[in-house]
Each structure stands twice: as structure tokens, then as C-alpha cells.
T-cell receptor, first 116, second 118 residues
Framework: AQSVTQLDSHVSVSEGTPVLLRCNYS??????LFWYVQHPNKGLQLLLK??????LVKGINGFEAEFKKSETSFHLTKPSAHMSDAAEYFC??????????????FGQGTTLQVKP | DTEVTQTPKHLVMGMTNKKSLKCEQH?????MYWYKQKAKKPPELMFV???????INESVPSRFSPECPNSSLLNLHLHALQPEDSALYLC?????????????????FGNGTRLTVT
């Protein structure tokens, strides 16, 4: 079975300090992994995606994530947090090659708070 | 601004009303989705259309009726809803061709319709 676990439901950082949002996945098939961000009362916006190319993926707004197969992790990082980064972040896996082809599996989300 | 447009932004309806949610995209995507999202929760898949045909129905109650009139439009018809159906309804679209790799295409979401059932 496929699953996604976001290890922290809430992360609080100070503006200008690094951000780390943790995600572990479980998949019997070759996964594609995504990070989406959702600001209040908005839809989800794609930050970055991994689809079996480079293991270090760069996204928008200075975010990046590293795919580590040995650790089944896909953690999201940013060197310096900005106030506008405060939002809900979802780690998502897409599964191809099973009966669930095409379905997305969402993590429970991590709320990022950025303090001035 | 998103490339997926949803109307209305907000909707309040009674349990006996009939209303429709609308979604439009002009990116040439051939897969379109309806998701339901409750507060502080991830989106839950309701329906998927692929090439204007319903391909996934996640056992959604019949009071929700999707429709895909053409490749750019997606509707969700609502009838006899319950208060627990109050949520943010998100539409999304993605690239889809006949190859399996297109199932990894990212979704483009609209900003949603905030539905309140009274």
C-alpha cells in the first residue's frame, strides 16, 4: 500500500531562519512526489515535483527537496524563511503501475508559522 | 491568479436547494478533478474526468452529480445537501495523454468554492 507521512503537523520558525518540513513515503512502485502549498482561502499551488530524474529538486520561491530512496524521504527545505511562506504544506505521492494509477495520496499537511 | 477558474467563490444553500459549481480551464488539459476539503485537512478526491469521461468516482453520494460538457468545463451539481457537506470544493486539471507517464503530471488547482449548507 502507498502512504505519505508528514512528520510535523506544525512548524514554527523565525523570519530569515531555515525551514525544514519532513515527509516520508511508502510505495511498492516507482513514486512521483510533489510538494504543494496552500495559503488561507486559496487553492493548492505546486512548489516542486520529483519524477525519477535528479534527486535534488528545485522549486519556486527558493524551496527545494531531496529524494532519498534509502530513507524513503522527501523533505522540503528553504534556506531563509519569509513571512509570506506562512501557509499549509502538503507532501503528495502519485502512484503509477498499480490499481490506483493516477490517484494522488496526500499527507495530512504541515502548518508553517513564520514569526517576525 | 490561477489558470483554473471556479465560480462562485462562496455559496450558501439550504438543504432543499439545487445549485451548481463551475470550473473552467484553458490549458488544454484533458483530465479534470473535483476535490472536497474540510478545514485543517488534506483534499479528498471525489471525481476524475479523463477525456470528458468519468474515470474515477470515489463512492460519492448521489446528491453530488458531476458533469463535463467539454474539455474546458467541469460542473458539480448539488441537490439535497446536508450540513456536513459544507467544505471548500476544489477543481483541478492536469495534462493527460495515452501514456502512463502523464499520470505524474502535476495538478493545477482553482481557488475553490466555499460552500455552506444551512
Amino acid at each position: 500500500a502507498q502512504s505519505v507521512t508528514q512528520l510535523d503537523s506544525h512548524v514554527s520558525v523565525s523570519e530569515g531562519t531555515p525551514v525544514l518540513l519532513r515527509c516520508n513515503y511508502s510505495s511498492s512502485y516507482s513514486p512521483s512526489l510533489f510538494w504543494y502549498v496552500q495559503h488561507p482561502n486559496k487553492g493548492l499551488q505546486l512548489l516542486l515535483k520529483y519524477t525519477s530524474a535528479a534527486t535534488l529538486v528545485k522549486g519556486i520561491n527558493g524551496f527545494e527537496a531531496e529524494f532519498k530512496k534509502s530513507e524513503t524521504s522527501f523533505h522540503l527545505t528553504k534556506p531563509s524563511a519569509h513571512m509570506s511562506d506562512a501557509a499549509e504544506y502538503f507532501c503528495v505521492v502519485s502512484v503509477v503501475g498499480s490499481s490506483n494509477t493516477g490517484k494522488l495520496i496526500f499527507g495530512q499537511g504541515t502548518t508553517l508559522q513564520v514569526k517576525p | 491568479d490561477t489558470e483554473v477558474t471556479q465560480t462562485p467563490k462562496h455559496l450558501v444553500m439550504g438543504m432543499t436547494n439545487k445549485k451548481s459549481l463551475k470550473c473552467e480551464q484553458h490549458m488544454g488539459h484533458r483530465a479534470m478533478y473535483w476535490y472536497k476539503q474540510k478545514a485543517k485537512k488534506p483534499p479528498e478526491l471525489m471525481f476524475v474526468y479523463s477525456y470528458e469521461k468519468l474515470s474515477i468516482n470515489e463512492s460519492v453520494p448521489s446528491r453530488f452529480s458531476p458533469e463535463c460538457p467539454n474539455s474546458s468545463l467541469l460542473n458539480l451539481h448539488l441537490h439535497a445537501l446536508q450540513p456536513e457537506d459544507s467544505a471548500l470544493y476544489l477543481c483541478a486539471s492536469s495534462h493527460r495523454d495515452r501514456g502512463l507517464s502523464s499520470y505524474n503530471s502535476p495538478l493545477h488547482f482553482g481557488n475553490g468554492t466555499r460552500l455552506t449548507v444551512t
